[in-house]
């Protein structure tokens, strides 16, 4: 079966921590993204991915950095979180068909709380 | 600025009934029209999906039904059951992006 992992299905972290969500996918998909998601608000895209080293912002970047070391790994980094950064955030991937991304499959979330 | 606009936000329905939710986009470019389902806890799994050189798209109880001159298309739950009480997304796909509604919560009154 194939999966997207997230390490950590709760976190809860203080303000000004420095915060690492790990996602790991085992489709040797090209693409890999980053969500959060909020009540009335749907999934907002964070960041993507479509190769190793490459990334690009999405429609909500600011306080966020990732990184993609390897092709099955993408990393979301809170670099001094806060309150406002409380969410559920899911990890995703896909890959190219006919040029399309295509195949989204959804990890299980980490729901992120900041004290 | 939302690229998909999903409604309604939530939705009753008694069991055996139809449950329909609607979704609009703008941008033509958009190619590949997926719904996920979700259930609490878990992350949005892919439940049908349709391209827009076709008009409707049937996979058991669920129907996609597609109107691109309109830039609008919608799903349709038969026999709705307890069991899909879930929050439903649409998306649209560009190039290498996913875009999604912002939710449907649905409940099937038993």
């Known amino acids: 079966d194939v999966k997207v992992t997230q390490s950590s299905r709760y976190l809860v972290k203080r303000t000004g921590e420095k915060v690492f969500l790990e996602c790991v996918q085992d489709?040797?998909?090209?693409?890999m993204f980053w969500y959060r998601q909020d009540p009335g608000l749907g999934l907002r895209l964070i960041y993507f991915s479509y190769d190793v080293k490459m990334k690009e912002k999405g429609d909500i970047p600011e306080g966020y950095s990732v990184s993609r070391e390897k092709k099955e790994r993408f990393s979301l980094i809170l670099e001094s979180a806060s309150t406002n950064q409380t969410s559920m955030y899911l990890c995703?991937?896909?890959?190219?068909?006919?040029?399309?991304?295509?195949?989204?499959?959804f990890g299980s979330g980490t729901r992120l709380t900041v004290v | 600025q939302q690229q998909v606009k999903q409604s309604p936000q939530s939705l009753i329905v008694q069991k055996g009934g139809i449950s329909i939710i609607n979704c609009a986009y703008e941008n033509t470019a958009f190619d590949y029209f997926p719904w996920y389902q979700q259930f609490p806890g878990k992350g949005p799994a892919l439940l049908i999906a349709i391209r827009p050189d076709v008009s409707e798209k049937k996979e058991g109880r669920f129907t996609i039904s597609f109107n691109k001159s309109a830039k609008q298309f919608s799903l349709h739950i038969m026999d709705s059951q307890p069991g899909d009480s879930a929050t439903y997304f649409c998306a649209a796909a560009g190039a290498n992006n996913l875009f999604f509604g912002t939710g449907t919560r649905l409940t099937v009154i038993p």
């Open positions: 995703a991937s896909s890959f190219f068909h006919r040029g399309q991304g295509v195949g989204y499959t």
């Open positions: 489709m040797d998909h090209e693409n």
